[in-house]
């Protein structure tokens, strides 16, 4: 196409005479002008002609599949759903992605994090994704991202533009934002094989408010071409030093370039405030840590937001804001007293004496309290809560739909809501496809798609009842507990080995199913008190080519992140 070779020629902002230009797009040079014609509009008024000179105002953000990005493998791509999924697709078939560059100059299906769409107009935003494969576990993945957000600082400070990184991947120059990072990934043949999104406003949009531009920020005037080289020959400096080293040593520099670094700022969560507070810095894991009123908070990215203070109105809250979060489990009730969104403190109890609920109450109570709680316990437990406090307590059971997560459970009031609860509270902690795993007097396995699908799950016995129905019905089995070992040599061994394996036979199947369903990454998240049990017992492989995290009282996350958005 004629006026996309032109394009390409003319997108370095250098002078070019008509009739090289012509030569070029094998073409006459009274052609020219309508053949520009046929370009983008809003790239039309960027021309300046002077004796049979043509000049564009200012460098684009467009690149010629021609350059040189050594030792790296480039691909320009008119136009694509998605540079990651290029990239993300080739992984998944088996093709090497290491250190391939994939450049779209139109994305139909651009995503930035927490599922936001990149939005953007030809020639304006340099839009790339690199691929690149290492040795790590699943669980590091989620630091890489702070490694190429200071990968495009550091190039960017080497071509004059002063930027700085907002926590986690945000590049950002005062209260603009210059660019954004969307790290993906695919475990293969043991190994990671990273796919790195990054999106760089290069020219200012008038359609845009309170972005920042490299044209506009740069002492220099870098191509196109200037920037991705930069930043890819930093990345590969950087990711090598990680996968040796870890974020550890990066740490301080990072910090250098963190523009909230010491600053007030507040974390919004689809603009409900969750936290507010200084920050202290960031940790060698990448969490963001962050002094509160109630104390040090370290805080994952998920579906935070970071912002300062002169850019929020007053954050949006919950009308009550003083909470007594209840989950009543079979054997235990666990409560958490909550404030702004924030989780103060957290108890537990038998049923058999609630006496410390009911301190509690008396302790930490306020005018204004509400109770929500989820229970799977039975009708003579739930009396004995009520009793233990003085105001009524709202039950909430499982439901047809909420935070956007849709249940497909047949018949939703026998779903039971602890069950519910635990895939609400897994959006604290991923955004991927996964499997939430209970381990209480019964097991759960249940499955939840990264575009919010709860698919159901399975329940099977506990620990303890799988140990007690052996030991019940047959006559040889009466042994104490044993412990759990690959190859058990004893008969209590033995026991608690296959009940463990069992338990983690059931989350490998569902992770696998799960996979095959959605082609997309699949985190566990594991609670209940057998959790580090099971979590340990699973095979080394699978935690290094997964992201299993263990999360205490996902339940009241659930509640927690229930009442955020009512």
């Known amino acids: 196409m004629p006026a996309f070779r032109l394009l390409t020629l003319l997108a370095d902002g250098r002078a070019h005479h008509i009739t090289e230009l012509a030569r070029a797009i094998e073409r006459v040079p009274q052609q020219l002008n309508s053949i520009w014609q046929q370009v983008p509009a809003h790239l039309q008024p960027l021309l300046r002609q002077r004796d049979g000179v043509w000049q564009l105002s200012r460098p684009l953000a467009w690149l010629d599949d021609a350059a040189n990005l050594a030792p790296f493998a480039l691909t320009v791509l008119r136009e694509t759903t998605s540079s990651n999924d290029v990239l993300l697709n080739a992984a998944r078939n ?22 936001r769409t990149w939005q953007h107009r030809v020639g304006e935003c340099l839009m790339f994704s690199v691929g690149w494969t290492m040795s790590v576990a699943q669980s590091q993945v989620g630091a890489v991202t702070l490694v190429v957000a200071l990968a495009c600082q550091q190039a960017l400070a080497k071509l004059g533009c002063e930027v700085q990184i907002k ?5 950002v120059i005062g209260l603009d934002k210059l660019g954004g990072i969307l790290v993906e990934s695919v475990r293969h043949n043991g190994q990671t094989h990273l796919v790195i999104g990054i999106g760089i406003n290069f020219l200012s949009s008038p359609n845009v408010e309170q972005i920042a531009a490299v044209q506009a920020a740069c002492t220099s005037k870098p191509t196109a071409h200037d920037v991705l080289n930069e930043v890819v020959q930093q990345l590969n400096d950087l990711l090598p030093q990680f996968e040796q080293q870890g974020f550890a040593p990066m740490q301080a520099v990072y910090e250098a370039a963190h523009r909230d670094q010491q600053q007030d700022v507040v974390l919004l969560n689809d603009g409900v405030l969750q936290h507010q507070g200084r920050v202290l810095g960031i940790d060698d894991t990448g969490a963001l840590r962050l002094q509160t009123q109630s104390g040090e908070q370290k805080i994952v990215s998920g579906e935070i937001s970071l912002r300062r203070p002169e850019q929020c109105a007053v954050p949006t809250q919950p009308t009550e804001s003083h909470y007594l979060l209840l989950d009543g489990g079979n054997s235990r009730l666990k409560w958490a007293w909550v404030q702004n969104g924030e989780i103060l403190q957290t108890h537990a109890a038998h049923y058999r004496d609630l006496t410390a609920l009911a301190n509690d109450w008396q302790r930490h109570s306020q005018p204004h309290t509400r109770i929500i709680g989820s229970a799977v316990c039975d009708a003579e437990k739930l009396q004995q809560v009520q009793a233990a406090l003085p105001l009524p307590i709202q039950w909430l059971g499982s439901m047809e739909q909420a935070l956007g997560i849709r249940n497909h459970y047949r018949h939703v009031n026998e779903h039971g809501a602890d069950r519910w609860f635990n895939v609400l509270g897994s959006r604290k902690f991923t955004q991927n496809a996964c499997v939430v795993v209970s381990c209480g007097t019964a097991v759960t396995v249940d499955a939840l798609t990264h575009n919010n699908h709860y698919l159901g799950g399975s329940i099977m016995p506990g620990f303890y009842l799988m140990r007690e129905s052996l030991l019940r019905r047959t006559a040889q089995l009466n042994r104490p507990e044993g412990e759990y070992y690959e190859f058990p040599t004893t008969t209590s061994n033995a026991i608690t080995t296959g009940m463990t394996d069992a338990i983690c036979g059931a989350i490998m199947m569902m992770h696998a199913r799960l996979q095959q369903r959605t082609h997309t990454q699949v985190d566990i998240i594991i609670t209940g008190g057998g ?36």
């Open 531 to 566: 959790a580090l049990k099971v979590a340990k017992a699973l095979p080394e492989r699978f935690v290094l080519d997964n992201n299993v995290k263990i999360v205490d009282n996902l339940v009241i996350f659930g509640l927690l992140n229930w009442i955020n958005q009512q």
């Open 167 to 171: 926590w986690p991947n945000d590049l």
């Open 94 to 115: 088996g093709e090497s992605i290491h250190r391939k560059v994939v450049v779209a100059h139109r994305q139909s299906a651009g995503r930035g994090r927490q599922g």
